[in-house]
């Protein structure tokens, strides 16, 4: 496992989040089921699960993949309409 820090941007804030995922595509898929939508405004319970229903299809309709940034290491880059920019960072190795 990996410890992977999420930084999300959605309308004018930064929120950040850690999670524990064998790779991208899973911290990914498990941001989108933890995010605590009453930490973030204008993100209610309904946008939440809107958010972790596109996340799932898409990533594995392959529309979606985290795409890693040019010249920086373990760093990746994804969104989506409801997202807004996500920025994924492998932060370090678990145990």
């Not at 930064?14 to 989108?32: P, R, S």
Request: charged share 25%.
């Amino acid at each position: 496992m990996n410890l992977y820090t999420v930084i999300h941007e959605y309308r004018g804030g930064t929120y950040i989040y850690q999670v524990e995922a064998i790779d991208v595509n899973e911290a990914l898929l498990k941001w989108g089921r933890e995010i605590n939508p009453q930490s973030v405004p204008f993100m209610g319970k309904k946008l939440k699960e809107k958010l972790n229903k596109e996340i799932h299809e898409k990533l594995y309709e392959l529309e979606l993949r985290p795409t890693p940034l040019d010249g920086i290491k373990n760093c990746w880059c994804a969104g989506t309409i409801l997202s807004g920019l996500v920025n994924i960072i492998k932060t370090s190795k678990t145990k």
